[in-house]
């Protein structure tokens, strides 16, 4: 290494340097060509890395390969190593907002998903609302993912937590119905889901409500993760100007979601994809620890 740079810095002939190394000037240009190439190679994957990552800004090395390995010219473990040499692989995010207020005298109803198998589209709709930060303060989305494609069925942006921005979420989500099977609706015990404007609804689609016992993340788990990934991989928690550029920005990145995202769990189909057949098992994925992946989390 000494020698290459005193040959750079002009102190040693290229004819010198390769004696002292024990190699030929073919060997030398042999290795600058391949070295050359790889650049080439590397370069190319980053751009169409950042062609993607300008829709989804946060979107994780193995959705990356899916997407592109029909115009990739190296291999998933070495687009992991060129991601990781560019400082271009993602960092999981953890933040917790609590947006639940359960101590109310509305009417509670048990847990009816807790065990049971989710096995096709429109079994499980899972309700949640997160907070997204504006300079004007926080805005909040309602969220209703199917549990089964991962698919959001209807959302809303409101400016307060009164039930309108969840049963607004609701209705879109009734609208888009399209199985007409005994459907479950899984929340929290929130407020907005209690209230009887909410309720009624359901019960007019014909809908049982189910909630969760306590405030645990897990026991509403596809909601929880649908939130985050809009938040992080869309890079929702970065702040808006205003409430309506949050507005503009989550439609387009909602559509973004349900059309184009490939989840793991849904055997790399988008959640549109994933819900337009009832077949295919879901899958359940386990925390990884490789050493290609120990800053990326799948879903």
């Known amino acids: 290494m000494a020698l290459e740079l005193l040959r750079r810095e002009g102190q040693l002939s290229l004819s010198v340097a390769c004696r002292l190394l024990g190699h030929s000037r073919q060997a030398y240009y042999q290795r600058q060509a391949r070295a050359l190439e790889q650049k080439e190679l590397a370069d190319r994957a980053v751009e169409l890395v950042e062609q993607i990552r300008l829709q989804m800004p946060r979107l994780g090395t193995r959705k990356l390969y899916y997407l592109l390995q029909e115009q990739l010219e190296v291999g998933r473990d070495k687009l992991f190593a060129i991601l990781r040499e560019r400082g271009l692989l993602i ?6 907002h609590k947006t639940t207020n359960s101590k109310h005298w509305m009417k509670k109803h048990k847990n009816l ?62 609208g888009q119905n399209r199985y007409q099977f005994n459907l479950i609706h899984h929340s929290d015990r929130g407020l907005p889901y209690c209230s009887e404007e909410y309720q009624q609804l359901l019960t007019a689609a014909q809908i049982r409500p189910s909630m969760t016992q306590k405030y645990d993340p897990y026991q509403n788990a ?44 849904c055997h790399y189909l988008t959640p549109e994809q994933m819900h337009r057949q009832e077949k295919l098992k879901v899958i359940q994925w386990k925390k990884k620890t490789s050493n290609t992946e120990v800053l990326e989390v799948s879903n």
């Open 91 to 96: 960092k999981p995010r953890k933040s917790y």
């Open 113 to 174: 998903v807790e065990g049971l198998k989710i096995e096709r589209p429109e079994q499980v709709w899972a309700a949640d609302i997160t907070y997204i930060p504006t300079r004007e303060g926080h805005s909040y989305l309602s969220l209703v993912t199917d549990a089964y494609s991962k698919k959001i069925m209807g959302y809303h942006l409101s400016e307060d937590l009164r039930a309108e921005g969840p049963l607004q979420a609701l209705k879109m989500a009734v």
């Open 222 to 265: 596809v909601a929880e993760r649908v939130n985050g990934i809009l938040k992080d991989e869309f890079a929702l928690e970065r702040g808006f100007a205003h409430h309506l550029e949050a507005v503009a920005v989550i439609r387009e990145s909602v559509g973004i979601y349900n059309r184009q995202r490939p989840h793991l769990s």
